[in-house]
């Protein structure tokens, strides 16, 4: 093994093969950082490229594009509300509100070092524990993934500390949303009236653009007032050592969590970043600074999306299944080559397997530098006045979301959100658990139907294995953990307030 990690090494750190990983990082951290470009389009564009280029070359300028692409989408986030891709929502909802406190730098910092720091460990599981951890993942069946998405959904109530009704209200919208368009077991329409742009359901990137994006310029047109501290001298401020020290525990579980999930095929970066930021608000001390703009909000969803982009290549490499849409792409560029990714590829290209592996270090590490340049840069737009800003966001978000499909209807989709995120934030409802329903709700439905259809509609079903029995224990105890709180600080006082016998 050592042999081939030394070859691999020498053949990634070639004059060419270096330029080739810093033109592929480069480019996937302005794809992703640029709303409507996303790091999935980024790579179909690239695949072509590749054709003409060695094996070597080609793979390791798309795993370079695909790691710094699912980095980036949080920068835009973190500067302007405008996620690039859906993988930077999460880390949006804190990174936003510390840039309005005149905190960019320290965000963004926050940001790149989670980000690295989860990518990192991500690849050193996929370099070190590949084939094992395959295995973990193809034990997962339907009641699995329903339980482990459920598990998702029931940290909503954290999110609402203040009013949990309105967290509910707002995690049952989002289900809602993704119930609509054709349905996948029966083919059935579900709430399309009429219209055709609702048969393949509501896509996530105008309604988290009109959420967040269009629905920001609105509130700042309403309230007539600038960027709210944000600055365009905020450059990128890697955290400090009291920082990292507080902040290390929880980049390691969200690692874990975001290696675990990018495994699992078709769950993705995006499903990472939620689960990884739901579990920091759920062992988090004080779950209700979440959202008002603090450090673990960015490192929770970042650690845990850059994780789960190094996981999803475990099952395209070692099974030849692709994890996540990224890696689908990436499946076709190995085909392209002659090379069928599976348990084979280890046996008969052992050199070009490690040489993705060393490939992979290296991109994440080149995220410190290129991003650092790229926002010094990027975060100029911010001289702007807002009335020029603003419009110009907006006319982002139009060309960012047609160019997803091409359709009109999906213009008409962001508007519709932008107005429904105006008035939540009018009327405080939170906006995380409405984005945790859209993402985790389709994965929730579809798993429970096809558990109940194998089972032939046995509800113990979901309960059968133990691991989904404990999943389905720890989501109940999580929904109902403000009032646990609540009732053990009374029990507790009381007990402290007594006399003394």
Not at 20 to 41: C, Q, W
Not at 205 to 232: C, D, Q, S, T, Y
Not at 466 to 490: G, H, V
Request: charged share 10%.
């Amino acid at each position: 093994m050592f042999y081939y990690w030394t070859q691999g090494l020498f053949t990634a750190i070639e004059p060419y093969n270096l330029f080739i990983i810093v033109i592929g990082s480069s480019l996937g951290i302005m794809a992703g950082a640029i709303p409507g470009i996303s790091g999935t389009m980024a790579l179909a564009l690239a695949v072509p490229i590749t054709y003409v280029m060695e094996p070597a070359a080609a793979l390791l300028l798309l795993v370079a594009l695909y790691a710094s692409s699912v980095y980036a989408g949080s920068i835009s986030g973190i500067l302007f509300r405008t996620p690039g891709a859906p993988e930077g929502v999460a880390a949006t909802l804190d990174g936003h509100a510390m840039a309005k406190k005149g905190l960019a730098g320290e965000a963004l910092g926050v940001d790149i070092f989670s980000s690295v720091t989860g990518g990192l460990f991500g690849t050193a599981m996929l370099a070190l524990i590949a084939p094992q951890l395959a295995k973990v993942a193809l034990e997962f069946g339907p009641s699995e993934y329903f339980a482990l998405a459920v598990l998702g959904l029931s940290v909503v109530s954290s999110f609402g500390t203040k009013n949990e009704l309105k967290a509910l209200i707002s995690a049952l919208v989002g289900l809602f949303v993704a119930t609509v368009g054709i349905d996948k077991i029966s083919g059935f329409n579900r709430f399309t009236f009429g219209t055709t742009t609702l048969l393949s359901g509501i896509n996530f990137i105008p309604v988290i653009i009109g959420l967040f994006a269009v629905a920001e310029v609105l509130n700042r047109i309403k309230e007539m007032r600038e960027m709210g501290g944000i600055r365009a001298k905020a450059k990128a401020k890697m955290p400090s050592l009291k920082v990292i020290n507080r902040l290390k525990g929880l980049i390691l579980r969200s690692s874990l969590i975001g290696t675990f999930i990018g495994i699992l095929p078709g769950i993705g970066a995006t499903t990472g970043a939620f689960v990884g930021l739901s579990e920091a608000v759920r062992w988090s001390k004080h779950p209700e600074k979440f959202g008002t703009g603090i450090p673990e909000g960015i490192a929770a969803p970042e650690a845990a999306n850059n994780a789960a982009c190094s996981g999803a290549m475990v099952p395209l490499l070692t099974l030849g299944i692709p994890g996540s849409a990224g890696t689908a792409i990436m499946l076709g560029a190995f085909l392209i080559h002659g090379l069928k990714p599976g348990p084979l590829l280890f046996m008969q290209q052992p050199t070009l397997v490690y040489t993705i592996f060393v490939g992979m270090f290296l991109a994440n590490l080149s995220i410190i530098i290129l991003a650092k340049m790229f926002i010094r840069y990027f975060s100029k737009v911010i001289e702007l006045p807002y009335n020029i800003l603003g419009p110009g966001i907006i006319i982002f978000c139009v060309v960012g979301t047609f160019a997803i499909r091409n359709n009109f209807g999906d213009i008409w989709i962001m508007i519709i959100f932008a107005i429904i995120g105006f008035f939540m934030e009018k009327y405080d409802y939170p906006l995380a658990p409405m984005i945790l329903g859209v993402v985790l709700g389709p994965i929730a439905e579809e798993n429970l139907r096809q558990a109940m259809i194998i089972s032939g509609n046995k509800a113990l079903v979901l309960v059968s294995s133990p691991l989904s029995a404990t999943l389905i224990i720890l989501s109940i105890l999580s929904l109902f953990s403000p009032q646990l709180r609540q009732l053990w600080a009374r029990r507790k006082g009381v007990k402290n307030s007594s006399p003394p016998h």
